[in-house]
């Protein structure tokens, strides 16, 4: 149980393009999903908080009018970078609340390369 | 604000050695805490879960809490080359908090 999908796994695209990346529970519901991004050797960065139904809370730096986020179902939340540039490229993981044990699990992410 | 703190390392332990990795937490009113495992470009994975103080073992892990001390531990019994990777220690409150994680190397 506790399964997170995400796809694509792999995008490569132009710089100034849109990229929608779909984060999946597929086989629990969802209220909440976390979105992250994480560059070469570094750590997890919460970039926004995703409740079905709302909007998302985004943290601090990050451009919610850059990274659009929809959580339509409770089993589906979408990242849209838009205007992508190459500072953008780097791995995208989306995750999903569970109900017990109450914690996060993990899709397994999508690298994004923006040329 | 509330932090959870990890030495980043990297730690090196020999194969077939006991790997212990540390976590501290600034809440005290934090309720659950969660080891992660991430493999070097992959997405992070859960792999243990411990809500009481003491321990619990799963195979060869065992995590440890002492919430009076705000401490969690994470041993890895008979440590094998696979188990190198980063380990992220989870607490959580009202949400869940990540630390920084330990790199984890096993020589073989």
């Known amino acids: 149980g506790a399964v997170v999908s995400q796809h694509p796994s792999w995008v490569i695209c132009k710089s100034g393009t849109s990229v929608k990346i779909e984060c999946r529970s597929l086989d629990f519901q969802a209220t909440t999903m976390f979105w992250y991004r994480q560059f070469p050797k570094q750590s997890l960065m919460l970039m926004a908080t995703?409740?079905?139904?709302?909007?998302?809370?985004?943290e601090q730096g990050v451009e919610k009018d850059k990274f659009l986020i929809n959580h339509a179902s409770l089993t589906l939340s979408t990242l849209t970078v838009t205007s992508a540039h190459p500072e953008d490229s780097s791995f995208y993981i989306c995750s999903a609340q569970g109900q017990a044990p109450e914690t996060q699990y993990f899709g397994p992410g999508t690298r994004l390369l923006v040329l | 604000q509330k932090e959870v703190e990890q030495n980043s390392g990297p730690l090196s332990v020999p194969e077939g050695a006991i790997a212990s990795l540390n976590c501290t937490y600034s809440d005290r009113g934090s309720q659950s805490f969660f080891w992660y495992r991430q493999y070097s470009g992959k997405s992070p994975e859960l792999i243990m879960f411990?809500?009481?103080?003491g321990d619990k073992e799963d195979g060869r892990f065992t995590a440890q809490l002492n919430k009076a001390s705000q401490y969690v531990s994470l041993l890895i019994r008979d440590s094998q080359p696979s188990d190198s990777a980063t380990y992220l220690c989870?607490?959580?409150?009202?949400?869940?908090?990540f630390g920084k994680g330990t790199r984890l190397h096993i020589l073989p």
């Open positions: 995703s409740n079905e139904g709302s909007k998302a809370t985004y």
């Open positions: 989870a607490v959580r409150d009202d949400k869940i908090i």
């Open positions: 411990i809500y009481s103080n």
